[in-house]
C-alpha cells in the first residue's frame, strides 16, 4: 500500500457540500487503512487543515499576484505581470508541488464538482488540476478521480487540461452518468475504468443520522434553501436582474408557506458566497411584513456538516437548490424538492424515486412548485422506503469503491 495519501480538492472554502464529501472521504479512509500519512493539496490549505486536523501545504502563490492585478492594465504592465510576476510565481508554484510529491503517494482527486470552468477560467482549476496530475505521474505516485462531478466545460483550453489529466489517471469514476457523458461529449474516450459511483457525501457516517423529535402542536417545518443565483454564467450581462428574480420568487415561496401556517427555515450551502442571497432575501420579506422570528422565519448561522444535518433533521420537507442540502435531506429519509441549477440534481432525485419533484432555477414556476409541494407531502410515506433503500443501496455501492480503490493501489514500496 502507498504510504501517503494525498487528498486533492477544492476544500477549506466554507462550502458545506465540499467538506462534507471530504468528511465522508476521510472517515471512510481511516476506517480501512491504519498508519498511513494523509495530507490534503487543497485551495484554502489552512482552514482546511484546521477543520479536519491533517497537514496541508500550500496549494498555489496565485494570490501573491492579486496586488500586482489590481494596479494599471495597459499593455504594458501586462506584459511585466506575465514576465516577472506569473511565470515566477508558477515556476515556483511548480517546483513546490513537485517537491511535496513523493513517488510513494497515492494522490486522490475525490468527489465535489471540480470538473468544470463555470466559475473560473481555463487557467484556474482546471489547468491546477492538470498541473497536479502531471506532476504526480512524473513523480511515480499513483493516481485516481473518486466520484467526481463533471461540470460545463466552456473554453477548448478547459477541456484540453481536465481530458489530459483524466487519461493520466489509474482509476477514474463519477458521481451520476450525467458527469460520465459530460466527459465523453468533452472527447473523452471511454473505457473500462470509466466508473460510476454516488456521491461520497452518501459514505458519511450513519451514526450522523438520527430524528429530532418535534413538540406536541408544532407547527410543520420547511427548509428552504437560497444561493447567488446570476444566470447560466456569473459573468452574464443580466445577472443582477436574474439575482432579484430569483430571490422574488424564494419570497414568493416563503410568504405562501407562511400564509398556509408552515414555518419556515432558511438554509445555505456556502458560507462565503450564500451570505449576500439570505440578507438579500431577508430584506425582500421583512419589506413584504414577513417578520424574522423563530415563529414564522428562522434563518442562523451554521457551518459544518452536523449542524447542517440537525437543522435538516428537524424539517418536515426541504426545498433547495443546493446539491448537498438536497443529499443530506435524503439521507434522513425527507421529502425533497429540487430547484435545479444543474442536471445533477435531477439525476440525485431520479435516482430516488423523486424525479418529478424538480424544476429548472432559470424557469422556477412557483405555482407548480406549490403543487409539487402539496403532492409530495400527500404522498411521501409511500415513496420513504424507496428513498431509504436507495440511501442504503448507495452506501454499499461506496463501500465497494473504498475497497476497489484501496485494492488498485496496494503494492509494495
Request: glycine fraction near 4%.
Given at each position: 500500500m502507498k504510504n501517503r495519501i494525498g487528498i486533492w480538492g477544492l476544500f477549506g472554502q466554507e462550502n458545506i457540500?465540499?467538506?462534507?464529501?471530504?468528511?465522508?472521504?476521510?472517515?471512510?479512509?481511516?476506517?480501512?487503512?491504519?498508519?498511513?500519512?494523509?495530507?490534503?493539496?487543497?485551495?484554502?490549505p489552512d482552514e482546511a487543515a484546521t477543520l479536519h486536523g491533517l497537514t496541508a501545504p500550500p496549494f498555489s502563490t496565485r494570490d501573491q499576484q492579486s496586488s500586482f492585478r489590481a494596479g494599471p492594465r495597459t499593455v504594458f504592465s501586462k506584459a511585466l505581470a506575465f514576465l516577472f510576476v506569473k511565470i515566477p510565481c508558477e515556476l515556483s508554484d511548480v517546483w513546490h508541488a513537485f517537491q511535496t510529491l513523493k513517488k510513494e503517494d497515492m494522490v486522490l482527486m475525490t468527489g465535489t464538482g471540480m470538473l468544470t470552468d463555470y466559475n473560473s477560467d481555463a487557467f484556474g482549476w482546471?489547468?491546477?488540476?492538470?498541473?497536479?496530475?502531471?506532476?504526480?505521474?512524473?513523480?511515480?505516485?499513483?493516481?485516481?478521480?473518486?466520484?467526481?462531478?463533471?461540470?460545463?466545460?466552456?473554453?477548448?483550453?478547459?477541456?484540453?487540461?481536465?481530458?489530459?489529466?483524466?487519461?493520466?489517471?489509474?482509476?477514474?469514476?463519477?458521481?451520476?452518468?450525467?458527469?460520465?457523458?459530460?466527459?465523453?461529449k468533452a472527447g473523452l474516450q471511454l473505457g473500462d475504468k470509466d466508473l460510476v459511483y454516488p456521491d461520497?457525501?452518501?459514505?458519511?457516517?450513519?451514526?450522523?443520522?438520527?430524528?429530532?423529535k418535534h413538540e406536541p402542536g408544532e407547527r410543520p417545518l420547511v427548509a428552504v434553501g437560497v444561493m447567488g443565483y446570476y444566470g447560466e454564467r456569473a459573468e452574464v450581462a443580466d445577472g443582477e436582474?436574474?439575482?432579484?428574480?430569483?430571490?422574488?420568487?424564494?419570497?414568493?415561496?416563503?410568504?405562501?408557506?407562511?400564509?398556509?401556517n408552515f414555518r419556515v427555515r432558511i438554509i445555505h450551502g456556502d458560507?462565503?458566497?450564500?451570505?449576500?442571497?439570505?440578507?438579500?432575501?431577508?430584506?425582500?420579506?421583512?419589506?413584504?411584513?414577513?417578520?424574522?422570528?423563530?415563529?414564522?422565519?428562522?434563518?442562523?448561522?451554521?457551518?459544518?456538516?452536523?449542524?447542517?444535518?440537525?437543522?435538516?433533521?428537524?424539517?418536515?420537507?426541504?426545498?433547495?437548490?443546493?446539491?448537498h442540502n438536497q443529499l443530506l435531506a435524503l439521507m434522513l429519509?425527507?421529502?425533497?424538492?429540487?430547484?435545479?441549477?444543474?442536471?445533477?440534481?435531477?439525476?440525485?432525485?431520479?435516482?430516488v424515486g423523486l424525479g418529478r419533484f424538480c424544476q429548472p432555477i432559470g424557469t422556477l414556476d412557483i405555482p407548480l412548485l406549490i403543487e409539487q409541494f402539496r403532492e409530495l407531502r400527500s404522498n411521501f410515506s409511500a415513496i420513504e422506503p424507496l428513498v431509504l433503500k436507495r440511501?442504503?443501496?448507495?452506501?454499499?455501492?461506496?463501500?465497494?469503491?473504498?475497497?476497489?480503490?484501496?485494492?488498485e493501489f496496494e503494492e509494495s514500496v
Open positions: 457540500g465540499n467538506e462534507c464529501t471530504l468528511k465522508a472521504f476521510l472517515y471512510n479512509i481511516r476506517l480501512r487503512v491504519e498508519n498511513r500519512d494523509l495530507f490534503l493539496i487543497c485551495t484554502e482546471p489547468y491546477e488540476i492538470f498541473k497536479w496530475a502531471i506532476l504526480a505521474r512524473l513523480r511515480g505516485s499513483k493516481l485516481a478521480f473518486v466520484s467526481v462531478g463533471v461540470g460545463p466545460l466552456y473554453s477548448a483550453w478547459s477541456r484540453l487540461f481536465i481530458l489530459a489529466a483524466l487519461r493520466l489517471a489509474d482509476f477514474r469514476s463519477y458521481r451520476d452518468e450525467i458527469s460520465r457523458e459530460r466527459i465523453s461520497l457525501a452518501f459514505s458519511l457516517p450513519e451514526e450522523l443520522f438520527h430524528p429530532v436582474s436574474i439575482y432579484w428574480a430569483f430571490l422574488n420568487k424564494i419570497a414568493d415561496l416563503v410568504t405562501w408557506l407562511q400564509a398556509n458560507n462565503r458566497y450564500d451570505q449576500k442571497p439570505r440578507g438579500d432575501l431577508r430584506k425582500c420579506l421583512e419589506s413584504r411584513g414577513s417578520p424574522y422570528d423563530r415563529q414564522n422565519i428562522l434563518d442562523e448561522d451554521f457551518s459544518t456538516t452536523e449542524e447542517l444535518v440537525h437543522i435538516l433533521a428537524a424539517a418536515d420537507l426541504v426545498i433547495s437548490p443546493r446539491f429519509g425527507k421529502p425533497v424538492i429540487s430547484i435545479s441549477y444543474d442536471p445533477k440534481s435531477d439525476s440525485l432525485l431520479d435516482g440511501v442504503h443501496e448507495y452506501r454499499k455501492k461506496l463501500d465497494e469503491q473504498y475497497a476497489l480503490i484501496l485494492c
